[in-house]
């Protein structure tokens, strides 16, 4: 089987000096360190674990960002994917989903992949709509929000649990090729081994300059970001501990969050 697992890198937010609100972007500072995405983390996992299963698999690993965003590239290849390939934007700052689902599935149209993994969505943006996009595209099937996936029938379909509302699962059987996004408690991502790693940090991926390729326009456009509005300001109890309790204990059963005490009949 050959598979592809599709990462995209995220701020570290312990690293993070901001953000700074641009009003049709944010900007996160000069000093912004970059991960992977948890949720692309379970994604290129089960890809291992399958090429562990079926011997022969080749696992391959996409990202789409700026050259300060390779590290997830590095991640991947630490944790054992064959190939790295780096679709390679000219500036930081959003791209649309459309847009990083074209340019995926212009690199990918016609290279053999069998399964395609994504997260089921990233952290920062939350769109969730790059997997199902990358499967319109190429004519695949698509499962989102996978918690559980076998391969079946020799390799030439796969078997899915999916979740949907109210905590239940959807069981279905895909024809490869296919696409699926995968939803976090599937599996828990190994740590990359030190070979591994020190591999990772000589192979060079293979680059894709997205500013060389036909231009795509985005079907949407991001107006602006704002701050979260606060919507209830907070109380400071003072005084000693004995204090502060009795009047916590006041504030709770004054919205009847705790009922009053009742004293024991004599």
Do not use: W
Not at 10 to 29: F, I, K, Q, R, W
Request: aromatic share 4%.
């Amino acid at each position: 089987m050959k598979l592809l697992a599709c990462v995209k890198p995220v701020v570290d937010l312990e690293t993070m000096s901001g953000p700074h609100y641009l009003g049709s972007g944010a900007s996160s500072g000069g000093t912004t360190c970059y991960r992977i995405n948890h949720f692309d983390e379970f994604a290129l996992e089960e890809g291992l674990r399958i090429k562990e299963a079926f011997p022969g698999t080749t696992l391959d690993v996409i990202t789409v960002a700026p050259q300060s965003a390779g590290s997830a590239l590095t991640r991947g290849l630490g944790m054992g994917a064959d190939r790295a390939i780096h679709i390679l934007l000219e500036q930081e700052g959003y791209v649309s989903p459309s847009v990083v689902a074209r340019l995926i599935a212009r690199r990918v149209e016609g290279s053999g992949y069998d399964l395609i993994l994504a997260g089921v969505m990233s952290e920062d943006d939350m769109h969730a709509q790059v997997g199902p996009m990358i499967a319109e595209l190429l004519s695949m099937p698509v499962a989102t929000a996978v918690l559980h996936q076998t391969p079946i029938d020799e390799g030439r379909a796969v078997y899915v649990e999916r979740e949907i509302e109210g905590g239940e699962r959807e069981v279905l059987e895909l024809l490869l090729p296919a696409v699926l996004t995968v939803q976090t408690g599937i599996n828990r991502p190994r740590y990359p081994s030190l070979s591994k790693c020190l591999r990772a940090k000589k192979e060079l991926p293979e680059t894709i300059h997205a500013a060389a390729q036909p231009a795509i326009a985005p079907t949407e456009t991001l107006l602006r970001v704002t701050e979260p509005r606060k919507l209830r300001a907070g109380l400071r109890l003072e005084g000693a501990a004995e204090e502060k309790a009795a009047s916590l204990l006041a504030i709770l059963r004054e919205k009847a969050l705790i009922p009053e005490a009742r004293h024991a009949q004599p």
